[in-house]
């Protein structure tokens, strides 16, 4: 089945480390989309990219970076300089159809 | 820029009642309408949308949403809930159906209670 694999899970971080949130989809989907979503803010765009090497920042994309070298990939990097980086984070692709969603992965400092 | 509003951010309601939803966006262009559900822990699921056409739309798990332009609505209505509805819903707004962004509501947490 067609979808987008977000991994992993559950993740912890201390202060001061960077992690990599993973996003592949099999979906042949042009554009993807990262999403943080905090309680009672809805869904905040982190970046995205309409096409492989190519890819903008959203409305709160200090402290993240992202890559796009492969059509199926869009990993996502939360970095030391984002001071309050415990959130759910989504990862989208889209088409004609709209958005398709990721399980989510939720990143929790310690 | 685009933005929409929910204007309910809870909504208890009991279960086999009717429920609506509430969505408004602002946009001077024609806009895409979406509904989305949330349950705990997961991704968004596509409940239903509005591109075009009839302003009366049918989604899964028995929602229904209507399109107003005049009053830039979107409103999402189930006639009896049940309690495998609770859930987080979120109204979302694009200017194309391709290459643009959406414009997420901050959702509505709906409770069915027993």
């Known amino acids: 089945d067609g979808g987008i694999t977000q991994s992993p899970k559950y993740l912890f971080r201390k202060e001061g480390q960077n992690v990599t949130l993973s996003c592949e989809q099999n979906?042949?989907?042009?554009?993807m989309y990262w999403y943080r979503q905090d309680p009672g803010q809805g869904l905040r765009l982190i970046y995205y990219?309409?096409?492989?090497?190519?890819?903008q920042k959203g409305d709160i994309a200090e402290g993240y970076s992202v890559s796009r070298e492969k059509k199926e990939s869009f990993p996502l990097t939360v970095t030391s300089a984002q001071k309050n980086p415990t959130a759910f984070y989504l990862c989208?692709?889209?088409?004609?159809?709209?958005?398709?969603f990721g399980s989510g992965t939720r990143l929790t400092v310690v | 820029a685009q933005s929409v509003t929910q204007l309910d951010s809870q909504v208890p309601v009991f279960e086999e009642a009717p429920v609506e939803l509430r969505c408004n966006y602002s946009?001077?262009?024609?806009?895409?309408l979406f509904w989305y559900v949330q349950y705990p822990n997961q991704g968004l699921q596509l409940l239903l949308k509005?591109?075009?056409?009839?302003?009366l739309v049918k989604g899964i798990n028995g929602f229904e949403a209507e399109f107003n332009k005049s009053q830039t609505s979107f409103h999402l209505r189930k006639p009896s809930v049940h309690i495998s509805d609770t859930a987080e819903y979120f109204c979302?707004?694009?200017?194309?159906?391709?290459?643009?962004?959406?414009?997420f509501g901050t959702g509505t947490s709906l409770t069915v209670i027993p």
């Open positions: 989208a692709t889209e088409d004609w159809n709209g958005y398709t």
């Open positions: 979906l042949n989907h042009d554009a």
């Open positions: 990219s309409q096409i492989v090497n190519d890819f």
């Open positions: 946009s001077s262009v024609s806009v895409y």
């Open positions: 509005y591109l075009s056409g009839s302003t």
């Open positions: 979302a707004v694009s200017v194309s159906n391709t290459g643009n962004q959406f414009y």
